[in-house]
T-cell receptor, first 112, second 111 residues
Framework: KAGVTQTPRYLIKTRGQQVTLSCSPISGHRSVSWYQQTPGQGLQFLFEYFSETQRNKGNFPGRFSGRQFSNSRSEMNVSTLELGDSALYLC???????????FGPGTRLTVL | GENVEQHPSTLSVQEGDSAVIKCTYSDSASNYFPWYKQELGKGPQLIIDIRSNVGEKKDQRIAVTLNKTAKHFSLHITETQPEDSAVYFCAAWGGGFKTIFGAGTRLFVKA
């Protein structure tokens, strides 16, 4: 079975721009969670989606948003990028009725 | 709020020795505790997990123990090998469809 895939793998943007990241979960998985990983803050939970519904959201500003499509693929969007948004963005998928999650390789976002 | 503390932040052992990483969680509702290994340039990989109705679980050289009363859980790696060198994260899931991660332990295994 193919693992979680994330595109793009690397992205460079400038302050004020917006960005969209994509995540394709493992086949059959209906839950997708997003995390931000930085050296100083570790792995921080952004949001979780199941069957196109956001079930929980972390403590991030409204500039961070996400959505999930009917095929369980998910996207997250960051608007008005700030330097501090530079991070590795990870998504993880799961069946949704259990708590086990499997991570993708991440998208490395650099904001200049 | 929910919190997971992880110690030590860095651990250096000699090949063949054992390594132990300890975590403490704050949310009494937590009932699932996964451990992840992250290598450079990769996403975290699930290596073992334990549920609150189990006190210990073992998978070859890796074992995890859970003390619900003290809200402690630990990862034990025996007979360490250079390929065990990575960053290890503990985590706690307590419902709310949200996993809280520890800050990570960088493990160095010296050949």
């Amino acid at each position: 079975k193919a693992g979680v895939t994330q595109t793009p793998r690397y992205l460079i943007k400038t302050r004020g721009q917006q960005v969209t990241l994509s995540c394709s979960p493992i086949s059959g998985h209906r839950s997708v969670s997003w995390y931000q990983q930085t050296p100083g803050q570790g792995l921080q939970f952004l949001f979780e989606y199941f069957s196109e519904t956001q079930r929980n959201k972390g403590n991030f500003p409204g500039r961070f948003s996400g959505r999930q499509f009917s095929n369980s693929r998910s996207e997250m969007n960051v608007s008005t990028l700030e330097l501090g948004d530079s991070a590795l963005y990870l998504c993880a998928s799961g069946l949704g009725d259990t708590d086990t999650q499997y991570f993708g390789p991440g998208t490395r976002l650099t904001v200049l | 709020g929910e919190n997971v503390e992880q110690h030590p932040s860095t651990l250096s052992v000699q090949e063949g020795d054992s390594a132990v990483i300890k975590c403490t969680y704050s949310d009494s509702a937590s009932n699932y505790f996964p451990w992840y290994k992250q290598e450079l340039g990769k996403g975290p990989q699930l290596i073992i997990d334990i549920r609150s109705n189990v006190g210990e679980k073992k998978d070859q050289r890796i074992a995890v123990t859970l003390n619900k009363t003290a809200k402690h859980f630990s990862l034990h790696i025996t007979e360490t090998q250079p390929e065990d060198s990575a960053v290890y994260f503990c985590a706690a899931w307590g419902g709310g469809f949200k996993t809280i991660f520890g800050a990570g332990t960088r493990l160095f295994v010296k050949a």
